[in-house]
Protein backbone atom coordinates (compact mmCIF):
# COMPACT_ATOMS: atom_id res chain seq x y z
CA UNK A 1 0.00 0.00 0.00
CA UNK A 2 2.08 3.06 -1.40
CA UNK A 3 1.51 6.26 0.91
CA UNK A 4 0.95 7.97 -3.09
CA UNK A 5 -2.08 6.06 -3.60
CA UNK A 6 -6.63 6.37 -2.79
CA UNK A 7 -6.65 3.44 -0.80
CA UNK A 8 -3.33 4.71 1.60
CA UNK A 9 -5.53 7.94 1.84
CA UNK A 10 -8.83 5.68 2.80
CA UNK A 11 -7.31 3.59 4.91
CA UNK A 12 -5.73 6.25 6.68
CA UNK A 13 -8.99 8.13 6.87
CA UNK A 14 -11.04 5.25 8.30
CA UNK A 15 -8.01 4.53 10.63
CA UNK A 16 -7.86 7.83 11.72
CA UNK A 17 -11.21 7.92 12.58
CA UNK A 18 -11.98 5.42 15.00
CA UNK A 19 -8.63 6.73 16.18
CA UNK A 20 -9.73 10.34 17.41
CA UNK A 21 -12.85 8.68 18.98
CA UNK A 22 -11.20 5.81 20.98
CA UNK A 23 -9.31 6.27 24.76
CA UNK A 24 -5.49 5.48 25.13
CA UNK A 25 -5.54 1.68 25.34
CA UNK A 26 -8.01 1.01 22.25
CA UNK A 27 -5.82 3.65 20.19
CA UNK A 28 -3.06 1.08 20.77
CA UNK A 29 -4.74 -1.76 19.79
CA UNK A 30 -5.94 0.34 16.48
CA UNK A 31 -2.41 1.22 15.44
CA UNK A 32 -1.62 -2.56 16.18
CA UNK A 33 -3.90 -4.24 13.69
CA UNK A 34 -3.60 -1.14 11.09
CA UNK A 35 -0.10 -1.24 11.56
CA UNK A 36 -0.18 -5.44 10.81
CA UNK A 37 -2.59 -5.01 7.95
CA UNK A 38 -0.36 -1.99 6.46
CA UNK A 39 2.66 -4.51 6.16
CA UNK A 40 0.49 -7.51 5.43
CA UNK A 41 -0.73 -5.68 2.27
CA UNK A 42 2.54 -5.80 0.65
CA UNK A 43 3.02 -9.51 1.66
CA UNK A 44 0.87 -11.01 4.75
CA UNK A 45 3.53 -14.12 4.74
CA UNK A 46 6.26 -12.16 5.76
CA UNK A 47 4.16 -10.98 8.78
CA UNK A 48 5.93 -14.00 10.57
CA UNK A 49 9.58 -12.69 10.05
CA UNK A 50 8.01 -9.44 11.16
CA UNK A 51 6.55 -11.01 14.87
CA UNK A 52 9.62 -13.62 15.26
CA UNK A 53 12.15 -10.66 15.23
CA UNK A 54 9.70 -8.43 17.84
CA UNK A 55 9.09 -11.51 19.86
CA UNK A 56 13.03 -12.63 19.97
CA UNK A 57 13.36 -9.48 21.02
CA UNK A 58 10.76 -8.57 23.29
CA UNK A 59 11.90 -11.56 25.67
CA UNK A 60 15.95 -11.40 25.41
CA UNK A 61 15.06 -7.70 26.38
CA UNK A 62 13.40 -8.78 29.47
CA UNK A 63 15.53 -11.21 30.47
CA UNK A 64 18.71 -9.50 29.86
CA UNK A 65 16.91 -6.61 32.09
CA UNK A 66 16.10 -9.49 35.14
CA UNK A 67 19.83 -10.99 35.16
CA UNK A 68 23.11 -9.44 36.81
CA UNK A 69 25.11 -12.14 35.49
CA UNK A 70 27.37 -10.37 32.34
CA UNK A 71 27.62 -13.65 30.73
CA UNK A 72 24.25 -14.50 30.72
CA UNK A 73 23.46 -10.82 29.31
CA UNK A 74 26.06 -11.45 26.28
CA UNK A 75 24.63 -14.84 25.59
CA UNK A 76 21.26 -12.63 25.40
CA UNK A 77 22.27 -10.03 23.37
CA UNK A 78 23.67 -12.24 20.98
CA UNK A 79 20.66 -14.27 20.71
CA UNK A 80 19.23 -10.95 19.68
CA UNK A 81 21.73 -10.29 17.37
CA UNK A 82 22.16 -13.30 15.91
CA UNK A 83 18.37 -13.89 14.94
CA UNK A 84 18.64 -10.15 13.68
CA UNK A 85 20.95 -10.54 11.21
CA UNK A 86 20.87 -13.79 10.45
CA UNK A 87 17.51 -13.14 8.63
CA UNK A 88 18.59 -9.89 7.57
CA UNK A 89 21.63 -11.97 5.80
CA UNK A 90 19.62 -14.92 4.52
CA UNK A 91 16.74 -12.74 2.72
CA UNK A 92 19.04 -9.68 2.02
CA UNK A 93 22.52 -10.88 1.08
CA UNK A 94 22.43 -14.71 0.38
CA UNK A 95 21.95 -14.13 -2.74
CA UNK A 96 24.46 -11.44 -3.43
CA UNK A 97 27.21 -13.82 -1.96
CA UNK A 98 25.85 -16.84 -2.87
CA UNK A 99 26.36 -15.14 -6.75
CA UNK A 100 29.64 -13.47 -5.94
CA UNK A 101 30.62 -17.12 -5.08
CA UNK A 102 29.42 -18.81 -8.10
CA UNK A 103 31.16 -16.13 -10.28
CA UNK A 104 34.30 -16.77 -8.59
CA UNK A 105 34.29 -20.26 -8.87
CA UNK A 106 33.75 -20.17 -12.79
CA UNK A 107 36.61 -18.23 -13.02
CA UNK A 108 38.10 -21.21 -12.34
CA UNK A 109 35.75 -23.61 -14.78
CA UNK A 110 33.71 -24.56 -11.50
CA UNK A 111 29.93 -24.31 -11.26
CA UNK A 112 28.78 -24.23 -7.96
CA UNK A 113 24.45 -24.55 -9.20
CA UNK A 114 24.19 -26.06 -5.54
CA UNK A 115 24.14 -21.90 -3.83
CA UNK A 116 21.54 -21.08 -6.04
CA UNK A 117 18.15 -20.02 -4.25
CA UNK A 118 15.30 -17.66 -5.06
CA UNK A 119 14.36 -15.64 -2.60
CA UNK A 120 11.87 -12.64 -1.87
CA UNK A 121 13.30 -9.41 -0.19
CA UNK A 122 11.14 -8.23 2.39
CA UNK A 123 9.63 -4.91 2.02
CA UNK A 124 11.36 -3.25 5.10
CA UNK A 125 13.22 -5.84 7.05
CA UNK A 126 16.17 -3.66 6.98
CA UNK A 127 14.10 -0.55 8.96
CA UNK A 128 12.47 -3.02 11.13
CA UNK A 129 15.38 -5.14 11.96
CA UNK A 130 17.65 -2.34 13.15
CA UNK A 131 14.70 -0.76 14.78
CA UNK A 132 13.73 -3.67 17.09
CA UNK A 133 17.70 -4.77 17.40
CA UNK A 134 18.73 -1.54 18.91
CA UNK A 135 15.98 -1.64 21.88
CA UNK A 136 18.07 -4.75 23.17
CA UNK A 137 21.36 -3.18 22.61
CA UNK A 138 19.40 -0.09 24.58
CA UNK A 139 18.91 -2.79 27.55
CA UNK A 140 22.03 -4.23 27.22
CA UNK A 141 23.75 -0.70 27.95
CA UNK A 142 21.48 0.34 30.86
CA UNK A 143 19.87 3.29 28.57
CA UNK A 144 16.32 1.66 27.95
CA UNK A 145 14.37 -0.05 30.71
CA UNK A 146 11.74 -2.72 29.02
CA UNK A 147 8.21 -2.21 28.47
CA UNK A 148 6.06 -4.89 30.54
CA UNK A 149 3.39 -4.82 27.56
CA UNK A 150 4.07 -6.92 24.18
CA UNK A 151 1.54 -5.43 22.44
CA UNK A 152 2.95 -1.90 23.22
CA UNK A 153 6.39 -3.12 22.05
CA UNK A 154 4.78 -4.40 18.72
CA UNK A 155 3.17 -0.95 18.43
CA UNK A 156 6.82 0.50 18.57
CA UNK A 157 8.14 -1.56 16.13
CA UNK A 158 5.21 -1.40 13.36
CA UNK A 159 4.11 1.55 13.86
CA UNK A 160 2.75 2.11 10.27
CA UNK A 161 3.87 5.56 8.81
CA UNK A 162 7.48 4.52 9.68
CA UNK A 163 7.16 1.22 9.22
CA UNK A 164 9.11 0.36 5.53
CA UNK A 165 11.06 3.14 5.14
CA UNK A 166 11.55 4.78 8.03
CA UNK A 167 13.16 6.90 10.06
CA UNK A 168 14.49 4.22 12.00
CA UNK A 169 13.43 5.11 15.47
CA UNK A 170 15.31 4.44 19.08
CA UNK A 171 12.88 3.31 21.71
CA UNK A 172 14.03 5.73 23.93
CA UNK A 173 12.02 8.29 21.71
CA UNK A 174 9.13 6.37 20.24
CA UNK A 175 8.16 3.79 22.76
CA UNK A 176 7.22 6.13 25.82
CA UNK A 177 5.21 8.33 23.09
CA UNK A 178 3.23 4.63 22.49
CA UNK A 179 3.04 4.25 26.45
CA UNK A 180 1.43 7.37 27.56
CA UNK A 181 -1.75 8.67 26.21
CA UNK A 182 -1.25 11.32 23.35
CA UNK A 183 -3.38 14.39 23.06
CA UNK A 184 -4.17 16.11 19.47
CA UNK A 185 -3.56 19.37 19.32
CA UNK A 186 -4.46 21.81 16.54
CA UNK A 187 -0.88 22.93 16.36
CA UNK A 188 0.63 19.16 15.64
CA UNK A 189 -3.01 19.09 12.93
CA UNK A 190 -1.33 22.25 11.72
CA UNK A 191 2.16 20.94 10.87
CA UNK A 192 1.20 17.61 10.41
CA UNK A 193 -1.15 18.79 7.65
CA UNK A 194 2.01 20.75 5.89
CA UNK A 195 4.57 17.96 6.24
CA UNK A 196 1.70 15.54 4.22
CA UNK A 197 1.19 18.39 1.72
CA UNK A 198 5.21 19.03 1.36
CA UNK A 199 5.96 15.13 0.85
CA UNK A 200 3.16 14.79 -1.40
CA UNK A 201 5.15 17.66 -3.45
CA UNK A 202 8.42 15.75 -3.05
CA UNK A 203 7.12 12.34 -3.88
CA UNK A 204 4.84 12.50 -6.95
CA UNK A 205 5.92 16.31 -8.72
CA UNK A 206 9.90 15.97 -8.09
CA UNK A 207 10.66 12.39 -7.45
CA UNK A 208 8.12 11.29 -9.83
CA UNK A 209 9.40 13.68 -12.94
CA UNK A 210 12.48 13.22 -12.35
CA UNK A 211 12.44 9.12 -12.18
CA UNK A 212 11.98 8.81 -16.27
CA UNK A 213 14.37 11.35 -17.26
CA UNK A 214 16.83 9.09 -14.85
CA UNK A 215 16.01 5.95 -16.26
CA UNK A 216 16.06 6.63 -19.61
CA UNK A 217 20.21 7.17 -18.94
CA UNK A 218 20.86 4.64 -16.71
CA UNK A 219 18.89 2.18 -18.08
CA UNK A 220 20.72 2.37 -21.87
CA UNK A 221 24.33 3.80 -20.61
CA UNK A 222 26.01 3.00 -23.70
CA UNK A 223 23.16 5.05 -25.88
CA UNK A 224 23.19 8.36 -23.29
CA UNK A 225 26.01 10.86 -24.38
CA UNK A 226 26.78 14.59 -23.50
CA UNK A 227 24.62 16.71 -21.21
CA UNK A 228 22.43 13.92 -20.65
CA UNK A 229 23.98 11.98 -19.00
CA UNK A 230 25.23 14.99 -16.67
CA UNK A 231 21.38 16.11 -16.58
CA UNK A 232 20.64 12.45 -15.54
CA UNK A 233 22.73 12.81 -12.43
CA UNK A 234 21.75 16.04 -11.54
CA UNK A 235 17.98 14.67 -11.61
CA UNK A 236 18.64 11.50 -9.81
CA UNK A 237 20.05 13.56 -6.75
CA UNK A 238 16.71 15.12 -6.59
CA UNK A 239 14.92 11.94 -7.74
CA UNK A 240 15.97 10.24 -4.56
CA UNK A 241 15.98 13.33 -2.16
CA UNK A 242 12.06 13.63 -3.03
CA UNK A 243 11.32 10.12 -3.26
CA UNK A 244 12.96 9.08 0.49
CA UNK A 245 12.87 12.88 2.17
CA UNK A 246 8.89 13.08 1.18
CA UNK A 247 8.15 9.61 2.45
CA UNK A 248 9.56 10.69 5.66
CA UNK A 249 7.89 14.25 5.37
CA UNK A 250 4.69 11.86 5.03
CA UNK A 251 5.52 9.97 7.96
CA UNK A 252 5.72 12.33 10.36
CA UNK A 253 2.91 14.45 9.23
CA UNK A 254 0.55 11.42 9.35
CA UNK A 255 2.28 10.55 12.53
CA UNK A 256 2.14 14.28 14.06
CA UNK A 257 -1.90 14.02 13.23
CA UNK A 258 -1.97 11.25 16.37
CA UNK A 259 -0.21 12.91 18.75
CA UNK A 260 3.19 11.14 17.71
CA UNK A 261 6.97 13.17 16.86
CA UNK A 262 8.90 10.80 15.02
CA UNK A 263 12.25 12.24 14.62
CA UNK A 264 13.97 14.51 11.70
CA UNK A 265 15.27 12.31 9.17
CA UNK A 266 16.39 15.33 6.01
CA UNK A 267 17.93 18.16 6.78
CA UNK A 268 18.25 20.25 3.38
CA UNK A 269 21.25 17.85 2.91
CA UNK A 270 22.48 19.14 -0.54
CA UNK A 271 23.43 23.02 1.72
CA UNK A 272 25.95 20.12 3.02
CA UNK A 273 29.31 21.90 2.66
CA UNK A 274 31.42 18.39 3.37
CA UNK A 275 30.98 14.83 4.04
CA UNK A 276 30.75 15.26 7.84
CA UNK A 277 28.16 17.96 7.60
CA UNK A 278 26.33 15.90 4.69
CA UNK A 279 25.48 12.66 7.16
CA UNK A 280 24.13 14.63 9.77
CA UNK A 281 21.50 16.04 7.16
CA UNK A 282 20.88 13.26 4.83
CA UNK A 283 18.92 9.89 6.41
CA UNK A 284 19.62 11.14 9.79
CA UNK A 285 18.36 8.12 11.83
CA UNK A 286 20.81 5.61 9.89
CA UNK A 287 23.71 8.05 10.20
CA UNK A 288 23.40 8.09 13.81
CA UNK A 289 22.37 4.64 14.11
CA UNK A 290 26.04 3.51 12.40
CA UNK A 291 27.86 6.24 15.08
CA UNK A 292 26.04 5.02 18.38
CA UNK A 293 25.79 0.86 17.46
CA UNK A 294 29.25 0.57 15.10
CA UNK A 295 31.39 3.20 14.78
CA UNK A 296 32.01 3.91 18.20
CA UNK A 297 32.12 0.11 19.30
CA UNK A 298 34.70 -0.26 16.78
CA UNK A 299 36.61 2.58 18.88
CA UNK A 300 35.41 5.52 17.42
CA UNK A 301 38.65 8.38 16.88
CA UNK A 302 39.63 7.09 20.39
CA UNK A 303 42.27 5.13 18.79
CA UNK A 304 44.75 7.78 16.89
CA UNK A 305 44.07 8.33 13.48
CA UNK A 306 45.09 5.16 11.30
CA UNK A 307 42.43 3.03 13.99
CA UNK A 308 39.86 6.12 13.22
CA UNK A 309 39.89 6.09 9.58
CA UNK A 310 39.73 2.48 10.03
CA UNK A 311 36.46 2.89 11.67
CA UNK A 312 35.25 5.11 9.19
CA UNK A 313 35.76 2.88 6.40
CA UNK A 314 34.13 0.03 8.05
CA UNK A 315 31.27 2.38 9.18
CA UNK A 316 30.50 3.65 5.42
CA UNK A 317 31.07 0.42 3.77
CA UNK A 318 28.25 -1.56 5.93
CA UNK A 319 26.62 1.20 5.51
CA UNK A 320 26.37 0.97 1.49
CA UNK A 321 25.97 -2.83 2.38
CA UNK A 322 22.68 -1.78 4.40
CA UNK A 323 21.40 0.28 1.13
CA UNK A 324 21.17 -2.99 -0.77
CA UNK A 325 22.72 -6.47 -2.01
CA UNK A 326 25.65 -5.53 -4.51
CA UNK A 327 28.34 -4.42 -5.73
CA UNK A 328 27.43 -0.64 -6.29
CA UNK A 329 26.32 0.53 -3.23
CA UNK A 330 29.21 -0.92 -1.42
CA UNK A 331 31.60 1.04 -4.20
CA UNK A 332 28.50 4.11 -3.12
CA UNK A 333 29.82 3.29 0.96
CA UNK A 334 33.76 2.77 0.84
CA UNK A 335 33.80 6.15 -1.71
CA UNK A 336 31.95 8.50 1.36
CA UNK A 337 33.96 6.16 3.48
CA UNK A 338 37.04 7.84 1.51
CA UNK A 339 35.51 11.46 1.47
CA UNK A 340 35.55 11.52 5.46
CA UNK A 341 38.95 10.78 5.18
CA UNK A 342 39.69 12.92 3.02
CA UNK A 343 38.22 15.66 4.75
CA UNK A 344 39.87 14.97 7.93
CA UNK A 345 43.21 15.19 6.45
CA UNK A 346 42.18 18.52 4.82
CA UNK A 347 41.08 20.30 7.70
CA UNK A 348 44.36 21.78 8.47
CA UNK A 349 44.76 23.28 4.47
CA UNK A 350 40.79 24.11 4.66
CA UNK A 351 41.08 26.40 7.93
CA UNK A 352 44.61 28.28 6.50
CA UNK A 353 42.93 28.74 3.08
CA UNK A 354 39.63 30.61 5.06
CA UNK A 355 38.81 33.86 3.81
CA UNK A 356 38.89 36.48 7.00
CA UNK A 357 36.38 39.06 4.96
CA UNK A 358 32.55 38.29 5.15
CA UNK A 359 32.33 38.89 1.57
CA UNK A 360 34.73 36.12 1.26
CA UNK A 361 33.50 34.03 4.08
CA UNK A 362 30.16 33.79 2.18
CA UNK A 363 31.96 33.07 -1.32
CA UNK A 364 33.64 30.50 0.66
CA UNK A 365 30.63 28.70 1.78
CA UNK A 366 28.99 28.47 -2.15
CA UNK A 367 31.62 27.06 -3.22
CA UNK A 368 32.17 24.75 -0.69
CA UNK A 369 28.76 23.83 -1.33
CA UNK A 370 29.10 23.50 -4.86
CA UNK A 371 32.19 21.55 -5.08
CA UNK A 372 30.63 19.00 -2.76
CA UNK A 373 27.60 18.77 -4.68
CA UNK A 374 29.37 17.52 -7.51
CA UNK A 375 30.84 14.85 -5.27
CA UNK A 376 27.47 13.77 -3.81
CA UNK A 377 26.33 13.81 -7.20
CA UNK A 378 29.55 11.34 -8.34
CA UNK A 379 28.40 9.33 -4.96
CA UNK A 380 24.80 9.21 -6.33
CA UNK A 381 26.14 8.02 -9.84
CA UNK A 382 27.82 4.68 -7.87
CA UNK A 383 24.39 3.83 -6.45
CA UNK A 384 22.08 4.44 -9.26
CA UNK A 385 23.96 2.74 -11.58
CA UNK A 386 23.04 -1.53 -12.17
CA UNK A 387 26.49 -2.48 -12.65
CA UNK A 388 30.13 -1.11 -11.69
CA UNK A 389 31.14 -1.56 -15.49
CA UNK A 390 28.42 0.94 -16.11
CA UNK A 391 29.95 4.13 -14.35
CA UNK A 392 33.38 4.16 -16.46
CA UNK A 393 30.60 4.00 -19.79
CA UNK A 394 28.64 6.84 -18.28
CA UNK A 395 31.58 9.07 -17.62
CA UNK A 396 33.36 8.40 -20.67
CA UNK A 397 29.99 9.16 -22.77
CA UNK A 398 29.47 12.63 -20.74
CA UNK A 399 32.91 13.66 -22.24
CA UNK A 400 33.25 11.82 -24.95
CA UNK A 401 32.13 12.97 -27.90
CA UNK A 402 29.78 15.84 -26.21
CA UNK A 403 26.54 16.80 -27.45
CA UNK A 404 24.21 19.11 -25.83
CA UNK A 405 21.66 16.96 -25.54
CA UNK A 406 19.47 16.63 -22.02
CA UNK A 407 17.69 19.61 -23.13
CA UNK A 408 14.22 18.32 -22.11
CA UNK A 409 15.86 16.78 -18.67
CA UNK A 410 16.84 20.41 -17.32
CA UNK A 411 13.74 22.35 -19.13
CA UNK A 412 12.23 19.69 -16.28
CA UNK A 413 14.47 20.41 -13.77
CA UNK A 414 14.03 24.56 -14.40
CA UNK A 415 10.53 24.28 -13.85
CA UNK A 416 9.79 22.11 -10.97
CA UNK A 417 12.32 22.39 -8.43
CA UNK A 418 12.13 26.13 -8.16
CA UNK A 419 9.23 25.55 -4.86
CA UNK A 420 11.42 22.66 -3.38
CA UNK A 421 14.10 25.38 -3.54
CA UNK A 422 12.32 28.11 -1.93
CA UNK A 423 11.32 26.27 1.18
CA UNK A 424 14.65 24.62 1.71
CA UNK A 425 16.21 27.70 1.52
CA UNK A 426 14.24 29.90 3.69
CA UNK A 427 14.43 26.67 5.64
CA UNK A 428 18.05 26.87 6.04
CA UNK A 429 18.65 30.61 6.57
CA UNK A 430 16.31 30.40 9.36
CA UNK A 431 17.11 27.05 11.09
CA UNK A 432 13.64 26.63 11.32
CA UNK A 433 12.48 23.82 9.82
CA UNK A 434 8.53 24.58 10.37
CA UNK A 435 9.44 28.50 9.27
CA UNK A 436 6.80 28.07 6.73
CA UNK A 437 4.17 27.60 9.12
CA UNK A 438 5.14 31.22 10.91
CA UNK A 439 4.76 33.14 7.61
CA UNK A 440 1.90 35.54 7.17
CA UNK A 441 -1.08 34.06 6.29
CA UNK A 442 -1.04 35.57 2.75
CA UNK A 443 2.25 33.89 1.91
CA UNK A 444 2.08 31.05 3.45
CA UNK A 445 -1.69 29.86 1.52
CA UNK A 446 0.07 30.75 -1.87
CA UNK A 447 2.84 28.54 -1.18
CA UNK A 448 0.39 25.80 -0.35
CA UNK A 449 -1.90 27.33 -3.06
CA UNK A 450 1.23 26.80 -5.81
CA UNK A 451 2.55 23.39 -4.07
CA UNK A 452 -1.52 21.95 -4.25
CA UNK A 453 -1.48 23.16 -8.15
CA UNK A 454 2.10 21.08 -9.11
CA UNK A 455 0.47 18.02 -7.27
CA UNK A 456 -2.75 18.47 -9.52
CA UNK A 457 -0.82 19.53 -12.95
CA UNK A 458 2.06 17.02 -12.79
CA UNK A 459 1.99 14.96 -10.01
CA UNK A 460 2.34 11.05 -11.19
CA UNK A 461 -0.22 9.35 -8.53
CA UNK A 462 -0.47 5.42 -8.21
CA UNK A 463 2.52 5.45 -10.39
CA UNK A 464 6.38 4.49 -9.09
CA UNK A 465 6.85 2.96 -5.72
CA UNK A 466 9.36 4.78 -3.69
CA UNK A 467 12.87 3.97 -4.04
CA UNK A 468 13.97 3.16 -0.16
CA UNK A 469 11.12 0.27 -0.26
CA UNK A 470 13.79 -1.89 -1.64
CA UNK A 471 16.24 -1.59 1.15
Not at 255 to 275: E, H, Q, V
Request: positive net charge; contains cysteine; glycine residues 6%.
Amino acid sequence: MLFNSIDFVLFFALVYGLYLVLNHRAQNWVLLVASNFFYGCWDWRFLFLLWFTMTVDFFCGRAIHRTEDPRARKRLLLLSLVSNLGILFFFKYFGFFSASLQELFRSFGVELSWVTLNIVLPVGISFYTFQSMSYTIDIYRRQLQPTTRFDDFVVFVTFFPQLVAGPIERASHLLPQVLRPRVVTYSLVREGAWLILLGYFKKVVIADNMAPLVAAVFDHPEQAHGLSVAAAIVAFAFQIYGDFSGYTDIARGTSKLMGFDIMLNFRMPYFALNPQDFWKRWHISLSTWLRDYLYIPLGGNRGGPVATYRNLSLTMLLGGLWHGAAWHFVAWGAFHGLLLIAHRLALPVLELVRPASAAGQRAWWLLRMAVFFVFTCFGWLLFRVDRLSDVPLLLGNMFQPFAWNGKMALLTMACLLPPLLLVDIVQEKSGDMMVVKRWPAPFRLALYGVLFAYIVMTGWVERIEFIYFQF
